[in-house]
């Protein structure tokens, strides 16, 4: 047992003297702060970002888009400042905005409407149409309303009855509900946390991490099919899979630590901290087994190779980084819990 603690040791130290060993660490707290700073939208509501400089006008227009008796397709919020809307459709969290003037109604009154609304997008943002037609179709409504509430009391007999009126007949039929009859069902595209096994697991910066920890192991290994492996040939079976795995362990030991450290610090409320390290661990070692018995499998690295780069881009698709596919195909997840990354983010 001693041999073997030495011998980890030793790998350990010849990692901490590698490079390489540091650059995979920036690329994991690079990629992970990239993805911290993004947003893949799935089921969420999109949000839209408002930046009412118009007072009470622009109270009206929200209040109208935020009344839509439950359905959630899209979340109004009010922006705080330019900068604030800009940053977050540049960074993905919105997927549009929209910036209400302070003379607005001044506008409107004067009939000068053209480039009235500076509208926020980006060339990713795939709902920016239609919202703007929800946007728009608030502002004429205010509009109308005040149309109706300026109209002149000497073209009728009792102006205040006929104005009532008209308001009530206008909010009739620009709501839509009696005279259209539409009616909102909401269906949820994926699964909830109370379904249990069909939850959605996907979570990018755990995801992100652990497939890149995995590639790594993979790599690592490569380098035993060339001179380094000669050593580990010549040790008997059980002694030779103990040291491939030991290998292995301290191969990505220091980028393992630096990606744990880079998840607390990054997403730390989503899981408590104990589960979380134990999760990671269990994975670590999960992933340098399966890398340590893969291995055996190749005796070249011109044909191992090729196959860890396929592995990277099936760990994105097939594992739940980004979107859970077994949602919608189930048989994925028995597919895909093979590999340790997806195993690791079914496992939390």
Same mark, same amino acid.
């Given at each position: 047992?001693g041999?073997y ?6 790998m ?26 993004s ?5 969420n ?29 899209y ?32 506008r409107?009154?004067?009939g ?29 409504r205010?509009m109308?309303?005040d149309?109706v509430?300026?109209a002149?009391k ?9 104005k ?10 620009s709501?839509?509900k ?7 069902e ?8 109370s ?6 697991? #996907?979570?990018p =910066?755990?995801?992100?991490? @652990? *497939? +890149? /920890? ?8 490569g380098a035993? !099919? ?16 103990? #040291?491939?795995? =030991?290998y292995?362990?301290a @191969? *990505? +030991? /220091?980028p ?9 610090l !990054? ?6 901290l ?6 990671f661990?269990?994975f ?7 890398s340590s018995v893969f ?20 760990c ?13 195909i ?14 690791y983010?079914?496992?939390?």
């Amino acid at each position: 047992m001693g041999v073997y603690f030495v011998r980890f040791l030793l790998m350990v130290k010849s990692r901490l003297k590698n490079p390489f060993t540091y650059v995979w660490v920036l690329l994991i707290f690079f990629t992970l702060f990239l993805v911290s700073r993004s947003v893949v939208p799935l089921e969420n509501p999109a949000d839209v970002y408002i930046l009412n400089r118009s007072g009470e006008y622009g109270e009206r227009i929200l209040d109208l888009l935020n009344d839509e008796d439950g359905v959630t397709a899209y979340r109004y919020i009010e922006a705080y400042d330019e900068e604030s809307l800009r940053e977050a459709v540049r960074n993905g969290s919105a997927h549009c905005g929209f910036i209400l003037p302070e003379d607005i109604e001044d506008r409107i009154g004067s009939g000068d409407t053209k480039k009235m609304i500076t509208m926020v997008t980006s060339v990713f943002s795939v709902k920016s149409a239609a919202v703007r037609e929800r946007v728009f179709a608030a502002l004429f409504r205010v509009m109308n309303i005040d149309i109706v509430e300026g109209a002149e009391k000497d073209i009728f007999e009792d102006p205040e009855i006929v104005k009532d009126y008209i308001r009530e007949r206008y909010e009739h039929y620009s709501s839509g509900k009696d005279v259209f009859g539409i009616e909102y069902e909401y269906v949820k595209t994926s699964g909830s946390e109370s379904s249990g096994y069909m939850k959605d697991s #996907s979570d990018p =910066l755990r995801g992100c991490t @652990s *497939v +890149l /920890i995995f590639i790594l192991g993979l790599y690592s290994g490569g380098a035993l !099919l060339g001179k380094k492996g000669t050593f580990f040939k010549s040790l008997g079976k059980t002694e030779r899979f103990i #040291s491939i795995f =030991l290998y292995e362990l301290a @191969s *990505v +030991l /220091i980028p393992a630590v630096a990606g744990i450290v880079s998840i607390r610090l !990054l997403d730390p409320s989503k899981e408590g901290l104990l589960r979380d390290v134990v999760c990671f661990a269990v994975f670590v070692v999960l992933s340098c087994i399966w890398s340590s018995v893969f291995v055996l499998f190749f005796r070249k690295s011109e044909s191992y190779f090729p196959v860890v780069s396929v592995l990277l881009f099936v760990c994105f698709v097939l594992c739940p980084v980004f979107a859970d596919v077994s949602q919608y195909i189930p048989v994925i997840r028995y597919v895909s819990g093979v590999l340790p990354p997806a195993f690791y983010l079914y496992m939390l």
